[in-house]
């Protein structure tokens, strides 16, 4: 340790090595602050010694010399606790990362298999939709109501299906009755006649049908376009009950409007 | 002469019925 004018007030090892002499010539430029880190000319074989300073508050200098060597020696020994340090962050951050992916991907997952459950045709989904994951939650929460949409639609289109199957097949197997019943002779005369009316008459209503179901897959298939229009109420209401009192009077029945 | 009793909603089926089995000399009756 210097004082102001550069006389050493404190040392240590008492003996300094004989390099430390070269000081002298630096006093001038360590006092100016010109120099803070130089090294000494090595003595003899032995490895150089480097020379740091640093001024003190109340005036003066600390001056640490170590020997190029052990400085080397120290920042290698300082290098692998650094690494460790860097490998145990990396290690950690990765952990937690790792975590997080995990959760997420496994939420994924979940959605994945409940994505190919509807695709072969199982609605009835057991979903955990109870995530912390607002996101999830979310995600879980629609695919819920897109099963049980779909279920619904499904199960509907099963009955119409069913239904439209039964009321196709009704009239025609009525139409091959009565024209069996017409080529094996079991009718004939004013009977013959009556038959041929009815198998007309399923005719028309299995053609009716038919043209209907398609008017429904049109509308469904969204091909109908509806344009909204004002109309007088009163001539849309006469209109229908015009139409609905042909051929109901001779039953007794009566529509006002 | 036996008795049958058709039951069926469907016009053309039912006159189908009457008539085939009328002509096998049974007694029917519509519901």
Same mark, same amino acid.
Request: aromatic share 6%; hydrophobic share 45%.
């Given at each position: 340790m210097w004082d102001r004018s550069g006389e050493i007030t404190h040392r240590f090892p008492p003996s300094p090595p004989e390099e430390t002499r070269q000081l002298a010539d630096w006093k001038d430029r360590i006092l100016s602050g010109e120099a803070r880190f130089f090294k000494l000319a090595p003595a003899e074989d032995r490895p150089p010694f480097a020379v740091a300073f640093h001024p003190i %508050?109340?005036?003066? &200098?600390?001056? =640490?010399?170590?020997?190029? !060597?052990?400085? #080397?020696?120290?920042?290698?020994?300082?290098?692998?606790?650094? #690494?460790?340090?860097?490998?145990?962050?990396?290690?950690?951050?990765?952990?937690?990362?790792?975590?997080?992916?995990?959760?997420?991907?496994?939420?994924?997952? %979940?959605?994945?298999?409940?994505?190919k459950e509807i695709v072969a045709g199982n609605y009835r989904l057991e979903l955990n939709h109870e995530h912390k994951e607002m996101e999830i939650h979310e995600l879980m929460i629609a695919f819920k109501?897109?099963?049980? +949409?779909?279920?619904? $639609? %499904?199960?509907?289109? !099963? $009955?119409?299906?069913?239904? @439209?199957? &039964? %009321?196709?097949? !009704?009239?025609?197997?009525?139409?091959?009755?009565?024209? $069996?019943?017409? /080529?094996?002779?079991?009718? !004939?005369?004013?009977? +013959?006649?009556?038959? #041929?009316?009815?198998?007309?008459?399923?005719?028309? +209503? =299995? &053609? /009716?049908?038919?043209?209907?179901?398609?008017?429904?897959? +049109?509308?469904?298939?969204?091909?109908?376009?509806?344009?909204?229009?004002?109309?007088?109420? $009163?001539? @849309? @209401?006469?209109d229908t009950a015009a139409r609905w009192r042909q051929g109901r009077q001779d039953a007794g029945l009566r529509v006002s409007v | 002469m036996k008795k049958i009793l058709i039951v069926e909603d469907e016009a053309g089926i039912s006159m189908v019925l009457r008539a085939y089995l009328s002509k096998e000399q049974y007694e029917v009756k519509q519901a």
């Open positions: %508050e109340d005036g003066g &200098h600390v001056l =640490l010399i170590v020997s190029e !060597t052990n400085l #080397l020696q120290s920042f290698a020994e300082f290098k692998y606790p650094l #690494l460790i340090l860097a490998f145990a962050i990396a290690l950690t951050g990765w952990g937690v990362i790792y975590m997080l992916t995990r959760r997420l991907t496994r939420r994924i997952q %979940e959605a994945s298999a409940a994505a109501e897109m099963s049980e +949409r779909l279920s619904r $639609q %499904e199960s509907l289109r !099963t $009955q119409l299906l069913a239904g @439209v199957t &039964h %009321e196709l097949k !009704t009239p025609v197997a009525s139409i091959i009755g009565l024209l $069996q019943a017409i /080529k094996d002779n079991i009718v !004939t005369g004013e009977e +013959r006649e009556r038959f #041929l009316e009815v198998c007309l008459e399923d005719s028309r +209503r =299995l &053609h /009716k049908m038919v043209e209907d179901l398609l008017e429904f897959n +049109r509308y469904a298939a969204q091909a109908v376009s509806v344009v909204k229009m004002p109309c007088d109420l $009163q001539d @849309v @209401v006469s | -």
